[in-house]
Each structure stands twice: as C-alpha cells, then as structure tokens.
C-alpha cells in the first residue's frame, strides 16, 4: 500500500519523483471529478428534457381536455335547448290532441244522436212498408187469406189476458209493443193464423228472439181458450232488408229455428 507524503507535515522535502507522482494522482482526481460532473450535468439534462416532455405532454392533454369540455359544454347547451324546444312542440301536440280529442268527443255525440234518429226512421219505414205488402208473408205463410191486425186490437187482446192472471203483466206489455200484426188463414187447414213481426232494416238475434218471445206470450193466450181450431196459432216472424252477418265470413250470426224470415224488397231505399 502507498502512503502518500504531506509536505506540511513531513519535515523532510519532497523529491521530485514524489511531486510528479503527487501531481499526477492531483491530475487523475481532478479528471475523475470532471468526468463525474460531466456525467451528473448529462443526466440532469436528460432528466430536464424528459422532464420537459412530459409536461408538453401534460399540458397538451390538458388543452385537449379543456377543448373536450368546451365541446361537451356547447353540446349540453344545444340538448338543453333541443330538449326546450321540444318539450315546446309536445306541450302544443298536448293541447292540439285535447282540442281534437274535444271535438271528436262532439262529433261522436252528434254521429251517436244521428245515427239513433236514422236507425229509428229507418225502424219506422220498415214497419210501413210491412204493413203495405201483406201478401209477401201471406206467401211466405203459405196464408189463403190475410190483413192487418190493429195495434189496439192486440193491446186488447194482450191486457185481458193480464186482467185475467194468463200471462204476467210484463209479458203482456212486451206482447202489445209489437211492430206488425196480420190475422189470416193457414191454407192447408184454414186454422186462424196471428203473425207476430219484428221489422227491422237488418234482422239482427235480438229481433229473432223477441218474435219468438211475443209470439210464444200469444200462443199461451190462445191454448189458454180452447183449441187451434177455434182460437187459432201465433207464429213468429222477422222482416228486412238482410239478415245481420259476420263482417269476416259473410255468415248469418244466428239461426232461424222456429221464426219466419220475410225479405221485403226495395227496403234498401230507407238508407237514402
């Protein structure tokens, strides 16, 4: 190991050999030292290069950022604006709607108003051009003879037979509310006949089981008071234009058992 002389220390001066040996290891310490702050200075400033990019990069980020939620802002402004005209157009959608439903409200009782006075004229013409064409049931009857019987003669005929305990009062009333009676004959037997019609623009069940019912009230009446050859039969008939029918198949909704159908042409006038 190689001890280094301190001439402040060391009475005895240095040699020259010693002094070039001390000044090349002063030499050698000195270029380490240059050398360590050359590295220490390139990698402080690599450090502040690295450090520069990445606040560029920062601030870059931030700026797009910034500009992302100006964007944003500007597109929640125009939906907050859409959404007000929108809620604008809906709120006069609304009022349009009730203004409208208010009115088809209107229209709808004054069609449903219409429609029960035409359905009543209607009702009313059927009946009229029943009671002008007797001989279409006489044919349909197969009737030798036969004519109008009068409503009051079967309001009559229905309120003895209440009076009477017969038939019941609500039977009675029904029996007298009729459209059209006829009286006639039956050809093959002249047994007396009572047709009990229900005339109606388009012959629909309730017409064919109210026929059925009135008549059904009159044949009770007359077994009541003897025989079909003294008192006579009740027969109930339908009278129209058509018979109701499905709207999908074309078929007739109901069957005709024991009720008579009369067509009565030309009732397709009533409709003008």
């Known amino acids: ?38 590295e220490m200075r390139a990698e402080q400033k690599e450090r502040a290069a690295q450090h520069d990019l990445e606040m560029a990069e920062i601030r870059a980020a931030q700026g797009r950022t910034e500009k992302v939620v100006v964007e944003n802002a500007a597109a929640i402004a125009e939906l907050r604006a859409s959404q007000a005209r929108i809620d604008r157009r809906f709120e006069r959608l609304m009022e349009s709607y009730q203004e409208t439903r208010t009115a088809v409200t209107g229209f709808r009782g004054s069609l449903d108003y219409t429609s ?11 009946e009229f051009l029943c009671e002008r064409r007797p001989g279409a049931f006489a044919k349909a009857l197969n009737l030798s003879r036969i004519e109008l019987l009068p409503p009051a003669l079967m309001f009559d005929i229905a309120m003895d037979a209440a009076r009477r305990r017969v038939v019941s009062g609500s039977l009675a009333n029904d029996l007298h509310s009729g459209d059209v009676y006829f009286y006639g004959r039956r050809a093959e037997d002249d047994i007396p006949v009572y047709l009990i019609v229900q005339a109606s623009f388009e012959v629909s069940r309730a017409d ?16 009541h008071d003897g025989p079909p050859e003294e008192t006579g039969i009740a027969l109930p008939v339908v009278a129209g234009t058509r018979l109701r029918t499905d709207p999908d198949t074309g078929a007739v909704m109901f069957s005709l058992w024991d009720v008579t159908y009369v067509q009565i042409e030309n009732g397709n006038n009533l409709t003008a």
């Open 116 to 126: 029960g006075d035409v359905s009543t004229l209607k009702g009313w013409g059927m």
């Open 1 to 38: 190991m190689t001890t280094t002389r301190d001439p402040a220390n060391d009475p005895e001066p240095m040699s020259l050999a010693e002094i070039r040996a001390l000044l090349e290891q002063t030499a050698k310490a000195s270029a380490e030292n240059i050398r360590a702050i050359a």
């Open 208 to 223: 064919v089981d109210r026929a059925s019912a009135q008549a059904e009230t009159l044949e009770t009446i007359l077994r």
